[in-house]
């Protein structure tokens, strides 16, 4: 590095040892990091500083840190600069006052001599040519004084010849002469210490030695420190040019970036950030660090830690700034990675913290609900008992008040008891436990059915429609018991709310909804193998509407429209929530239009299979049937049904009829003289009519189907002899006379039928005998298939059914026949291996389906428990030994 | 001869409270007095000996199934069992049909030693109250011939 500075000698001497002193591994290095512009011109930065001065001394350990202020650092040197000089002035000073001894010396030798001359002056004729001056004889004067006290009174002449004689004046001459000698030696002996004292200050005068020792000691301490330091320091002018750059790490050569700036440097991210900060700080002249990281083509992604402080000169004028950049690429990465670690643990947290939340409130409501279930079933037991006494004391002779009494009582508990199953259907659902069954059923006959049951116990004049489209499958595959339970209910809630007018149910085939869209993809799998259908089901009134602000919270649980429409029309507000959890659950939807004052719209999509043709094994029998039943039609085809209002209908049950399968006396198949009165069939329609089997009290009135109807019913009649004599009863020789009288008897006495399912010889002696006492008589089945053959061939008001038996229990037995009430076909059972025979007595499946009351008879032991009884869908339970009582009660809360 | 009708009557009385007592019969045999009537005089008598008939038979078909040593059917020894149980309940035997419920539990345990055990005391009980009843019905008969009423026991 040259340096062409003249100015001044320790400016120069700096820079040349800053050169000179790299160590000589650096050497090739030193180039390029140590660069210095070549200052333009005469400027002198350095001498612009403004020194603040602080140490006469270099201290060494602060060197570190005056390397980080320009200011500092370069007043070291300026430090050294002065205590230099002042260490000459020193010299200087000491030497002048040495001088000026000497020279008083020497002042008082000559005078001292002038004074010895002049006394002798006018005694020897010594030419003496010294001046008479006044300045000089004043000099005299004081040399002579001093002569005597001071210098030489300790050599005073010492002349032993006689005054005044040649002797004496030679004598006197002689000893002056010594003394004058003497003096000139000590003056010539001065000189020469004068001499040696100006050679040793000549040596002082060059500090400069010390200086560079300092220098070099403070640079080699800077070296060592910064030589493996990611750090990158520099000064740049106010155009934020650099002038000064050190880097460890060079990449560009001094002249790539001397006198340029960063944007003309480098290119990238980070670059613009970084000369905006540095501009800002020259601007606001306060010194201040930020992290910039810096996306180059040089040097890739790197993050520094850049400190700029501006610089200013002794007019407190800015000059530029110094910069200092630490790489700090891995610590801010390490710490994105921690402050990322620590929001994911937060957030991991937080979500953990949500989730036990939502578990434990999840936990809680599960067990408050199964509490809530538990209570209920605990709850239902005993009002079933409540109810169930209280119906059969409604049929006792009663007063008119204790009537009206009775019948408050029996509705409340049909409301408690309605309120408890929903509550208990409400769980099942949202308890994940509700199971959904896939069973063939005829959707045409669920409407029918449905619409049927409802006409039955209508009080208002209102009309019932069911319309079916033609293209809706004859036959489709899916829970028939919930579709009903949901049509029934909807179907009782528009009755309900519907004073005049219609309520009907309106079934269509539709394309897959959009909503279902999005799951189908792993549909799209099942629907290779089988076709499904969207059906699309309108349940529709003209009743009093609900005011659109009341949707919304229509299918919430216990919420009616109004609390005052739950005073008016009751209700649990539970119905139509569990419709909409039962069409969920089933993959559909259910929603509601509707208009005040002018009627409501419940419509519910659901997704069905079509049972197709390939599993003809179950519709064998059907199609067979059908073909039988032809020219008559068949409501497997019917598309149309009505039920209008007859005036004067009479009306005995009170309650609302409600789809529960577990009310006794609400699903026994009620005094079926009200089904005939309330539903007249289409005049175009034979087939509903011919449906109409039944009359009051289950027996049979062959009188008023002996006209154009087939009388189906003397057909049931006898295949129920016939199926005795197709070995239903092991004990028919034992039994047969007895049970013959009793048949005798009930023909005219309207006997209701009761089959008894028992494969204990004894039990059934017993219940024989029981029966006989209580003027009844039954048709024996000796295990679960029989009971089946023998209520496919007769229609019974009443089955006590034992539940464990051998070949099929009471339990599947029950299942399967209401199975069979559901879909009216007996595929279950097939499916479930039992053999039904297809008589010649087909029209036995056109009996119109209606819920058989069963009875189990259970031990009571942790098999046969009376809820697994419920369960399976029997109505009640007797507890074995059967007591004559108990039968007793149990025949007169069902057979009326 | 009114004192042998009444010393019969008291005899017949101890003795079907002492079958009552001792555990022979319960509630359900009362049930069965009950249902006998004019119209079935015999009724009690020939449930009883259907049910006799019933025991025999099962007990010969559990000692069968037991016998198959190495090769018990549990399963088919239970159903008989059951059958006796829901026949001992019928008529009121209240021991054997206590006897029932132990040996259902062997059976549903497999457990042998325990399935020949009860089988052995339901045959001996069985047996007893066979006797006893025969006693009993001896007695009413000697009751009847004495020209004398059954008298109704309440217990």
């Known amino acids: 590095m040259v340096c062409e500075m003249e100015t001044d000698q320790t400016e120069e001497m700096d820079i040349e040892v800053l050169s000179s002193m790299w160590p000589e591994d650096v050497g090739t290095q ?76 020497r002042e008082e030798a000559e005078a001292k001599e002038l004074k010895i ?53 030679k004598q006197k001459a002689l000893s002056l002469e010594k003394m004058l000698e003497a003096s000139t030696e000590r003056e010539r002996r001065l000189i020469e210490k004068l001499n040696e004292s100006l050679k040793t200050m000549e040596s002082h005068s060059a500090p400069v030695e010390e200086l560079t020792q300092n220098l070099k000691r403070a640079e080699g301490f800077l070296h060592f420190i910064l030589q493996n330091a990611p750090i990158v320091m520099g000064h740049q002018d106010k155009d934020l040019r650099y002038l000064f750059i050190y880097n460890k790490f060079p990449t560009l050569r001094e002249q790539d970036i001397l006198g340029k700036t960063d944007v003309e440097i480098f290119h990238g991210g980070g670059v613009k950030e970084s000369e905006d900060f540095k501009r800002e700080v020259l601007e606001k002249g306060k010194a ?53 670690l620590r929001e994911d643990n937060a957030v991991r947290k937080a979500m953990e913290s949500e989730l036990n939340k939502t578990i434990h409130i999840t936990e809680e409501t599960m067990r408050a609900k199964q509490m809530l279930a538990t209570m209920s079933h605990e709850i239902r ?20 008040e204790q009537r009206q009494l009775l019948n408050v009582m029996i509705s409340s508990g049909d409301l408690v008891l309605q309120l408890i199953n929903d509550i208990l259907d409400l769980s099942k659902v949202e308890s994940g436990v509700m199971r959904l069954e896939a069973t063939k059923f005829r959707p045409r006959e669920v409407v029918k059915h449905v619409l049927q049951t409802a006409a039955a116990s209508l009080k208002k004049d209102l009309t019932l429609e ?9 036959e489709v595959v899916g829970d028939v ?24 149910i309106k079934l269509k085939v539709i394309s897959e909804p959009s909503f279902a869209s999005a799951g189908a993809e792993e549909q799209n799998s099942l629907t290779e193998t089988e076709t499904s259908v969207w059906i699309r089901c309108d349940v529709y009134d003209t009743g009093i509407g609900i005011p659109e602000n009341a949707l919304p919270c229509l299918f919430k649980k216990y919420m009616q429209a109004s609390a005052d429409h739950a005073r008016k029309y009751g209700g649990t507000g539970l119905g139509l929530a569990i419709c909409k959890q039962l069409v969920e659950l089933m993959g559909g939807q259910l929603t509601v239009t509707s208009q005040v004052n002018a009627g409501s719209t419940f419509t519910f999509i659901l997704p069905y299979k079509v049972a197709t043709s390939d599993d003809h094994s179950d519709d064998q029998d059907f199609s067979d049937m059908v073909d039988h039943h032809q020219p008559e039609p068949d ?31 609400k699903v026994m198949l009620t005094s079926p003289l009200k089904l005939i009165n309330s539903f007249v069939t289409d005049s175009s329609n034979n087939t509903a009519q011919s449906e109409m089997v039944q009359v009051e009290n289950g027996g049979y009135m062959d009188e008023t189907c002996s006209g154009p109807c087939p009388s189906k019913e003397t057909e049931s009649c006898s295949s129920s002899q016939a199926s005795s004599e197709g070995g239903v009863l092991e004990m028919e020789s034992e039994l047969t006379v007895s049970s013959r009288v009793e048949e005798d008897k009930t023909e005219t006495s309207k006997q209701p039928k009761i089959l008894l399912v028992e494969d204990n010889k004894i039990n059934i002696v017993v219940a024989k005998s029981m029966m006989k006492q209580l003027g009844y008589t039954f048709d024996i089945a000796n295990n679960g298939v029989e009971a089946i053959t023998a209520i496919k061939d007769t229609s019974y008001d009443l089955v006590l059914m034992d539940v464990c038996m051998p070949v099929l229990d009471g339990l599947k037995a029950t299942r399967l026949i209401r199975s069979y009430e559901e879909s009216g076909n007996w595929d279950a059972a097939r499916e479930a291996g039992v053999d039904i025979k297809t008589s010649e007595s087909e029209q036995v499946c056109v009996h119109s389906i209606n819920r058989l009351p069963i009875i189990a008879m259970t031990a009571n032991t942790l098999a046969e428990s009376s809820e697994e009884c419920y369960a399976n869908g029997m109505d009640s339970f007797i507890s074995k030994p059967v007591t004559l009582q108990k039968l007793k009660e149990c025949l007169r809360q069902y057979l009326h | 001869m009114d004192t042998l009708v009444a010393q019969l009557q008291r005899q017949f009385r101890d003795y079907t409270i002492s079958l009552y007592h001792q555990g022979f019969l319960d509630d359900q045999f009362t049930e069965l007095k009950k249902l006998q009537d004019e119209c079935s005089p015999d009724f009690v008598a020939e449930v009883v000996s259907l049910f006799f008939e019933d025991c025999e038979k099962l007990i010969g078909n559990m000692a069968r199934a037991l016998d198959q040593t190495g090769n018990v059917d549990f399963n088919l020894v239970g159903s008989s069992v059951h059958q006796l149980k829901g026949s001992s309940s019928s008529v009121g035997a209240k021991r054997v049909k206590g006897l029932c419920v132990t040996f259902k539990e062997c059976c549903d345990s497999q457990n042998f030693e325990g399935c020949v055990r009860c089988l052995q005391q339901v045959d001996i009980e069985y047996k007893s109250l066979k006797a006893k009843l025969q006693d009993l019905f001896s007695l009413e008969q000697q009751i009847v011939q004495a020209g004398g009423r059954i008298p109704q026991v309440d217990i």
């Open chain 1, 381 to 400: 037991s005993p009002l079933s008992g409540v109810v169930g006494m209280a119906e059969i004391l409604s049929t006792t002779k009663l007063d008119k």
């Open chain 1, 481 to 504: 018991l919930r579709i009903r339970q949901i049509l029934t209910n909807l179907i009782s809630n528009a009755i309900k709310f519907t004073h005049q007018g219609k309520v009907g």
């Open chain 1, 30 to 105: 030193a180039d390029n990091q140590f660069n210095v512009e070549k200052p333009a011109g005469d400027s002198d930065t350095l001498k612009e500083v403004d020194i603040a001065e602080k140490r006469t001394m270099a201290d060494l350990k602060r060197l570190p840190e005056l390397m980080n202020n320009t200011d500092q650092g370069s007043s070291q040197l300026t430090n050294l600069v002065k205590q230099w000089e002042y260490m000459q002035d020193h010299a200087v000073k000491l030497l002048r006052e040495e001088l000026k001894i000497l020279t008083r010396q």
């Open chain 1, 288 to 340: 201040s660090k930020r992290e910039i990281t810096f996306e180059t083509d040089l040097f890739g992604s790197k993050t520094f830690l850049i400190y700029v402080e501006p610089v200013y000169n002794k007019a407190r004028e800015k000059i530029g700034i110094n910069y200092m950049g630490m790489e700090v690429t891995d610590q801010v990465r390490k710490r994105e990675k921690m402050a990322k």
């Open chain 1, 117 to 169: 001359i002049e006394e002798h002056n006018f005694e020897t004729q010594e030419p003496e040519n010294v001046p008479v001056l006044d300045d000089t004889s004043h000099l005299f004067r004081k040399f002579k004084h001093k002569k005597r006290d001071a210098l030489v009174g300790s050599k005073r002449v010492e002349i032993d010849e006689e005054f005044d004689t040649v002797a004496y004046w």
């Open chain 1, 466 to 474: 069911g319309n079916i489209t033609d293209e809706v499958p004859i």
């Open chain 1, 635 to 665: 409501d497997t085809t019917e598309g149309y049904f009505q039920f209008k209002p007859l005036l004067g209908s009479i009306y005995s049950n009170g309650g609302p009829v409600i789809g529960n399968n577990f009310l006794p006396h």
